[in-house]
């Protein structure tokens, strides 16, 4: 996966579909995969919320083995890498042979990747989407939950399964919760944004799609709290991928890799083989944990958008956002403004230095 520059700002809906509440656009992450190591979590009181029905506790092994049996039942080549319990993290994908620099891993097939384009198992949900224009999103956001409630019937029963029943996300902290522990930081305000731009959507779907065809969206399986689990689920795992047109997709088997700093590899499609591959910048030995990176966030960031900050001092791309500005009226403003300029910052918006 190849790191992305800019953030992601992607209005929900196109302009012959105007939103119901003000112009709500979704701050998408590095669009990549939420594990760390090393990293530490802050505890808190879960916002209240009915649990989905669905998916495992984050650390589960089972529901893990069996995903991996219907992967490589369903085309996936045989791996080097196998899932184990990791000391952070909770699971990862541990070396089960000496893996070289240099080395490709993971060839998951296209078939078994999840994207804007995949079948429905119910088709009349997917033409009704695809009708509305619905972006990619809230429609991955709408197919997880749609998957989700038809267990077994699904195809992606065992991938969902495996995944987390409550994501790392701040979505689910509360608003005191919020207050308190970012109280001196600008995720702060770009978490609540981030709430209230996921509450916007849904109640966009609600009033515009789910409403009007209540046979297919039931409330009891289309809600809050449902699409609060989704978007978490693609806040920490959706990837780009440039090789297949920018395509944004959900990568089962890859998703279980963590996120380590110390690495400089991404996931992307590779045409000779066929999959979805990366290349390991380091060799591991059998029983080494194997990592690929996302990008060179800092810890605020890495919060807001997987729910973890890493070890004090163990992230080099740390950085502190601070607001810089000047007045014209100050005899050394042109001095100031060349100072800044030097360093490549501005007087006019916000900056990390």
Known sequence: MSDLSLTLRTSFFSKTLPLHTPSRSLFAPLLSFSRVAPCCSLATTQRAARPVPWGCEIESLESAS?????????GLPSQKMGIQRVEVGERGLVALKNI?????????????????????????????????????????????????????????????????????????????????????????DRAIQRITDVTGTYNDMRARIFSKHPDLFPEKIYNMETFMWSFGILFS???????????????????????????????????????????????????????????????????LSYGFVPKEGSNPNDSVELALSLNKSDKCYKEKLEALRRYNLSDLKHEQV
């Open 100 to 188: 070289r620099k240099g080395e490709k891993l993971l060839f998951v097939p296209p078939s078994l990747v999840i994207t804007s384009d995949s079948d429905w198992t119910r088709p009349e949900i997917g033409d009704v989407m695809r009708r509305n224009s619905v972006p990619d999103w809230p429609l991955l956001a709408t197919y997880l939950i749609s998957e989700a409630s038809l267990d077994t019937a699904s195809r992606w029963k065992n991938y969902i399964s495996a995944l987390p029943r409550q994501p790392y996300s701040l979505l689910y902290w509360t608003r005191s919760e919020l207050d308190a522990f970012l109280v001196a930081s600008p995720i702060r």
């Open 66 to 74: 069996d995903l991996q049996k219907w992967l490589s039942d369903s």
């Open 237 to 303: 795992r959706l990837v780009r991928l440039p090789s297949m047109d920018e395509k944004v997709a959900l990568v089962p088997w890859a998703d279980m890799l963590n996120h380590s700093s110390e690495v400089e590899t991404f996931l992307d499609y590779d045409k000779s083989s066929l999959g979805i591959v990366f290349t390991t910048d380091r060799s591991y030995q059998p029983g080494e944990q194997v990592f690929i990176s996302y990008g060179k966030k800092s810890n605020g960031e890495l919060l």
